[in-house]
């Protein structure tokens, strides 16, 4: 049996970073960034990893090498990300396109994905080992935008890392990114022309925030403390886990989607875990991809932020005390309120409130990334043996972290979901209990009755 993957030690050996720029010349420019980009809440890294089984097609060939070139390829279409970025008057970013180049990194590891173990997600041991340390916020301006490191394994297998600018893109835009490496390691031109267009998220003019925007409330921290002695930990959903949370809930919303009943579930797990004054207002921020949201829809090249993240908001009192339903219903109600006026308003706040922060006080942000395509990103190798964020909790504080919901499979190859969330080390076994709570107490009332039944037979 292969070790726990969270116990695994091993050495990563690095080449010194190098600067990758386009492999052609490309337009010397200052590029704006549109309103929803320009986030103070976006000013940071979104980090990603795959991992990629030995191939025998490709002996021979260096992954690393071949990443590498691609990349070079790839900022010949996608150039800003080759350039560094600026702040013009009140703070506004933009980016000049300064064909710089992003920074590669070029590793060889002495372990091989077999000792990874079988259900590869996140955390993942030694992982500040196979993500190149990238900057801060406040070292954001004038560095690189793009950060990938690809580390050999010993077995031929293969990781690629990425970290991109959040300001530059969402999830969405930097998939649209790789798979335009992929198709350049393939031979090929990306099949998506890659679309700037910023201009089409930014404020009407004059601005007006029509909407009331409980996500950039700004709140105080409240009762609970920071706490540095954090763990993550990935909860997996299958089938099963999924329809037995959706009995908990009546007939009419037991068709919810997916994403609705985790996010609710997690907010309400989390608010039990992490014990707040039964007053204090929690928020489960969600995010949605807004591209359809446009009439007509955002261009499918478009690889800005085109993402708004309404709020859910309630007492932890009333989350308490309420069935799983009442948190369905909330989420449900925060997502439908997104519209092409609702992202323009939003839009409009940056722009009238100097671009405020979510709340990080008794919130959490979680995102659908399960049909993201992560995993279909193959650069000769084939598609990747997990393919997704690296971890939980980035670019938030520990009580404000985000989450996301990515497809994978568990030790018994069966698809699921997983949930990696990071909380201090003992409101993490209090969330465990929470939810396992929940899925046992189901399981038993489903049980109870099948015997009821049977017996009156």
């Known amino acids: 049996m292969a070790p726990s993957s969270t116990s695994l030690v091993f050495t990563v050996r690095k080449c010194e970073p190098e600067l990758v720029g386009p492999a052609k010349p490309t337009p010397n420019e200052c590029k704006w960034l549109s309103d929803i980009d320009d986030q103070q809440s976006f000013r940071f890294q979104i980090p990603a990893i795959q991992f990629y089984r030995y191939n025998p097609c490709m002996q021979g060939k260096d992954p690393a090498m071949i990443v590498r070139e691609a990349l070079a390829q790839a900022l010949v279409f996608y150039y800003p990300l080759a350039g560094r970025l600026r702040e013009g008057p009140n703070r506004k970013l933009m980016v000049d396109c300064t064909g710089e180049g992003a920074l590669f990194v070029e590793a060889d590891a002495d372990v091989t994905l077999e000792q990874f173990g079988d259900a590869l997600q996140p955390p993942f041991p030694c992982l500040h080992e196979l993500l190149y340390d990238t900057p801060s916020s406040e070292g954001m301006l004038n560095s690189p935008l793009l950060f990938i490191q690809v580390t050999r394994l010993r077995c031929g297998g293969f990781i690629f890392a990425i970290s991109l600018s959040h300001v530059m893109s969402d999830a969405s835009g ?75 809930l009546p007939e009419h919303l037991r068709k919810c989607s997916r994403f609705e009943l985790l996010a609710a579930c997690l907010w309400r797990c989390r608010t039990i875990a992490i014990k707040p004054d039964p007053e204090e207002e929690v928020r489960m921020l969600s995010m949605v991809n807004v591209h359809r949201k446009f009439n007509p829809p955002l261009p499918s090249g478009y690889y800005g932020n085109a993402v708004a993240f309404p709020a859910a908001t309630t007492t932890a009192k009333k989350l308490f005390q309420n069935p799983l339903e009442y948190a369905v219903k909330l989420v449900k109600q925060a997502k439908e309120s997104v519209t092409e006026e609702y ?96 899925l046992k107490e189901q399981l038993l009332e489903v049980e109870s009755k099948s015997v009821f039944i049977s017996s009156a037979l």
């Open 343 to 438: 992202v323009k308003s939003v839009a409009a706040l940056m722009r009238i409130k100097g671009r405020p922060h979510y709340p990080t006080a008794r919130s959490c942000v979680i995102s659908d990334l399960t049909r993201a395509g992560f995993r279909e990103v193959d650069f000769g190798w084939g598609k990747a043996v997990y393919g997704g964020p690296a971890k939980a909790g980035v670019g938030a504080t520990v009580h404000a972290p985000s989450s996301f919901l990515i497809a994978v499979k568990n030790k018994k190859g069966e698809a699921g979901i997983a949930m990696p969330i990071c909380l201090p080390v003992p409101a993490m076994e209090r969330f465990a209990k929470e939810l396992d709570s929940m």
């Open 174 to 248: 930097m998939i649209q990114f790789m798979f335009a490496m992929a198709e350049i390691a393939h031979g090929a031109a990306p099949s998506i022309p890659p679309v700037w267009a910023r201009h089409l998220l930014d404020a009407r003019d004059p601005p007006r925030a029509a909407f009331t925007h409980r996500e950039y409330d700004q709140v105080e921290a409240g009762s609970i403390t920071p706490s540095e002695n954090t763990v993550q930990r990935s909860f997996f959903f299958g089938p099963n886990e999924v329809s037995t949370l959706r009995r908990l």
